[in-house]
């Protein structure tokens, strides 16, 4: 371990690892506040503490199945391909289908941790892949990651939105950086060892190329869509002194 | 004449208000005011897959309600009638589409909002509307 932690890849590793994680765990903590919302008061901190609580779990579980599964033949493979995908979607911007979600907000506690657990599942699986390809079996980097995405489950998104807010080109970075890890983990897969082996500039080569790649689709794909929309919320007039406190709209 | 005055709850905003109630005070027609309060979008890609957009306007406009609330006490207190808007999106963007659609006359704004980076910087929303806008912006520390 001491060992390890003078070395610079090290740090480096620990460095994409927690920008991963930063960047793919936002939406987990406005999930379970957004699920919670409709609950009686007394029931909301209980739902918001089990939906933690089960994400974490799930979380710890799928970290270790995926450091079992990649290391099957060509499961880095399929995971660098996924991974991929990950970066190109993070770049993209918001499409504003706004109201497609159609499931409600439940009104009981156990709807409301069952929509916080299937989100948890869906959304741990972006930033579980992401983790495991930058740790690159490391079961320390692994745990490092882990540890460091629970209070951003349990923390707001806001501080990422505003980062992204100020400076845009996070994302282009972080979407890079995706694109780099798993063109790692493309030449780390064992079938293709034999000939990454001989051409040693794969090393690098394939994984720079795989980020060039997630910037060119990302950008391309993006311009297609319209860029960031308004959307009105409310609207209100007061005459001279006469709104009350507390009033809606 | 009216003005518009984007407002987040910060103290920088609630001086924009007081400033904008002096400015009402010296004019001889008394000017509308508009408040307006945008809200980021929470409902990113996966958000919206997991939870209804009932509930997510819920939630915004509560939030966006609960921004405005100091600054409305502030007019509510003048005794000045005005009007307000919540809208989500980005916020430079948000304020210059509202400017345009009211017609406003002029935007006064605070220097920049709570856990600004620096103090003496602005605002990263200030400085965009200041580059964008081609009405008269007033900022106000």
């Given at each position: 371990m001491l060992e390890m932690m003078q070395t610079s890849q090290f740090w480096v590793d620990v460095f994409k690892i927690i920008l991963i994680d930063l960047l793919l765990s936002g939406d987990n903590a406005v999930v379970i506040a957004l699920a919670c919302r409709n609950l009686p008061e007394a029931q909301r901190k209980k739902g918001i503490l089990y939906g933690v609580g089960g994400a974490i779990g799930l979380r710890v579980v799928l970290t270790v199945f995926a450091v079992g599964l990649l290391a099957l033949p060509y499961l880095k493979l399929i995971g660098a391909f996924l991974l991929m995908w990950v970066a190109i979607k993070l770049i993209l911007p918001e499409d504003e289908?706004?109201?497609?979600?159609?499931?409600?907000?439940?009104?009981?506690l156990w709807g409301a941790i069952k929509t916080i657990i299937i989100a948890d599942f869906v959304m741990s699986l972006d930033n579980v892949l992401g983790v495991a390809a930058a740790a690159k079996g490391n079961v320390w980097l692994l745990v490092f990651g882990l540890l460091i995405s629970i209070p951003m489950i349990a923390w707001s998104s806001q501080l990422v939105l505003k980062l992204i807010d100020r400076y845009p080109a996070i994302i282009y970075a972080g979407g890079a950086l995706l694109g780099y890890v798993a063109g790692e983990m493309l030449v780390g897969e064992q079938s293709l060892k034999y000939w990454i082996v001989s051409q040693h500039y794969l090393h690098w080569l394939v994984p720079v190329v795989c980020a060039a790649l997630v910037l060119l689709v990302g950008s391309w794909l993006g311009r297609r869509r319209a860029a960031s929309v308004v959307r009105d919320l409310a609207d209100g007039v007061v005459a001279s002194g006469v709104s009350k406190k507390g009033e809606g709209n | 004449m009216k003005i518009l005055i984007p407002v987040d709850g910060s103290q920088h905003s609630l001086n924009a208000v007081r400033y904008a109630i002096e400015l009402a005070a010296s004019l001889s027609v008394s000017p509308q005011l508009l408040l307006l309060n945008v809200q980021r979008n929470v409902a990113t890609g996966n958000v919206k897959l997991f939870i209804d957009a009932g509930t997510i306007d819920d939630y915004e406009r509560e939030q966006g309600m609960l921004s405005l609330q100091p600054a409305r006490q502030v007019l509510d207190a003048a005794g000045l009638p005005y009007q307000y808007h919540l809208s989500v999106g980005q916020p430079a963007e948000a304020i210059i589409r509202y400017a345009a659609e009211q017609r406003v006359s002029g935007i006064v704004i605070g220097a920049h909002g709570e856990g600004g980076l620096g103090k003496r910087l602005l605002g990263s929303v200030v400085a965009q509307v200041l580059e964008t806008s081609e009405l008269p912006v007033t900022v106000v520390r």
């Open positions: 289908g706004h109201g497609e979600g159609s499931i409600k907000a439940e009104a009981h | -």
